[in-house]
Each structure stands twice: as structure tokens, then as C-alpha cells.
């Protein structure tokens, strides 16, 4: 079965420090790519995504990731995490030909430390 | 502007009742979702509909209805037959069609069953 997996369920950065969120997707063929981000009590923001091309991606708050399909993951990096960035981060796969149907991870929480 | 607007943001319902949640769009997309959020349990798709009066099941259909009459709206009806109806429930659309691209979320409505 098609599945996506979050490894992390919380993660403690301090401010300043480098941040990587791990995803990793299990397809048989390629599939489109997403990282959203949820603040407390609102909808998703896409941040970026993938569907074909360079492997590096970048997105919008300085947020990039990185498409490795020998290993099947799409992992998200920031250089410098911001206070503001505390917030809940998913992970979302949709197959390539499969129509729009989007498969979520179960969340990454980020908590920043001043 | 353009955008999702779901309502209302908190809901409250007795057991037995049914519910009617409001999704609009302005974006002219076909494509037209609704998702059920739980803790530590990222997003399940609970309907989609890729076009003006048609519609298909997702993950959890049961307990759920829903209705597209016109393009810009698409409500979701809880009814009594959900066994645990409290949730957060988000709405997205997207352009639709094969490629479909993009999900766009909505800032969700709370429902919670007293």
C-alpha cells in the first residue's frame, strides 16, 4: 500500500540553528511531492513542491528540499530557523497519473527555543 | 481576493444531530476536497469532486455526505451515523484535471460533539 512516512513526531530546534524535517514515500514510481505547514487552529500553506526537474526545491520562508529517489525522500531544510517558524509541517505524496488525490504523513511539530 | 472560506470556525452539535459545514471558493478551480484532522493522525480524505455534480469517496466516506451543485461551494453534511464527528475539517481545491496540481486549503472548521 501507498503510505508516507514522518519519522519525527516533535522536533526541538534553538533559534538560529539549521532545521531538516524528514519524509520518506513508498510508490512504486515517482510520485508529486509536497510540504505544507499548519499554524495552531488554521489551515495548510503550501511551502513547496516537486514534480519534476531539478531535485532541489526551494519554497517560500527560506525553506527548500531535496528529492532523493534512490532513497524515496523528500526532506525539508531550513539554513536558520526563526521563532516564527514553530508550527506543524506534513508531508504529502500525490502518484503521478492518479488524479489529485493527495496521501499525508502524520505531521512533524516544530518547537522553536529562544 | 481569491481564496477558500470555510464556516463557521467552531461548531457544536448534540449527539444524533446532523451538520452542515460551508466550503466556498473563488478561484475557479474544479477540483473541490474535504479532509478530517486528527491528532497525530495528519489529514484523511473524506470526499473530493473533480467536477460540477460529481463526486467520489475518499478514505472515510462513512458518516459523511456531500453535494456539488455549483462549482464554488461544496458542503459537507455530518451526519448522525459518524461515529466520532469531532474533528478539524479542512477544505482544499485545486485546478483539477489530470496534472490537477496544487491543493489549497481552507482555514478549517472545528467541530466538536458534546
Known amino acids: 500500500a501507498q503510505s508516507v512516512t514522518q519519522p519525527d513526531i516533535h522536533i526541538t530546534v534553538s533559534e538560529g540553528a539549521s532545521l531538516e524535517l524528514r519524509c520518506n514515500y513508498s510508490?512504486?514510481?515517482?510520485?508529486?511531492l509536497f510540504w505544507y505547514v499548519q499554524s495552531p487552529g488554521q489551515g495548510l500553506q503550501l511551502l513547496l513542491k516537486?514534480?519534476?526537474?531539478?531535485?532541489l526545491v526551494q519554497g517560500i520562508k527560506g525553506f527548500e528540499a531535496e528529492f532523493k529517489r534512490s532513497q524515496s525522500s523528500f526532506n525539508l531544510r531550513k539554513p536558520s530557523v526563526h521563532w516564527s517558524d514553530a508550527a506543524e509541517y506534513f508531508c504529502?505524496?500525490?502518484?503521478?497519473?492518479?488524479?489529485?488525490?493527495?496521501?499525508f504523513g502524520t505531521g512533524t511539530q516544530l518547537k522553536v527555543e529562544l | 481576493d481569491g481564496g477558500i472560506t470555510q464556516s463557521p470556525k467552531y461548531l457544536f452539535r448534540k449527539e444524533g444531530q446532523n451538520v452542515t459545514l460551508s466550503c466556498e471558493q473563488n478561484?475557479?478551480?474544479?477540483?473541490m476536497y474535504w479532509y478530517r484532522q486528527d491528532p497525530g493522525q495528519g489529514l484523511r480524505l473524506i470526499y473530493y469532486?473533480?467536477?460540477?455534480?460529481?463526486?467520489q469517496k475518499g478514505d472515510i466516506a462513512e458518516g459523511y455526505s456531500v453535494s456539488r451543485e455549483k462549482k464554488e461551494s461544496f458542503p459537507l453534511t455530518v451526519t448522525s451515523a459518524q461515529k466520532n464527528p469531532t474533528a478539524f475539517y479542512l477544505c482544499?481545491?485545486?485546478?483539477?484535471?489530470?496534472?490537477?496540481?496544487?491543493?489549497?486549503f481552507g482555514p478549517g472548521t472545528r467541530l466538536t460533539v458534546l
Open positions: 482544499a481545491s485545486s485546478i483539477g484535471g489530470p496534472r490537477g496540481d496544487t491543493q489549497y
Open positions: 510508490y512504486g514510481a515517482t510520485p508529486y
Open positions: 516537486y514534480f519534476s526537474g531539478d531535485t
Open positions: 504529502a505524496v500525490r502518484l503521478t497519473g492518479g488524479g489529485n488525490k493527495l496521501t
Open positions: 478561484l475557479n478551480h474544479d477540483a
Open positions: 469532486s473533480q467536477i460540477v455534480n460529481d463526486f
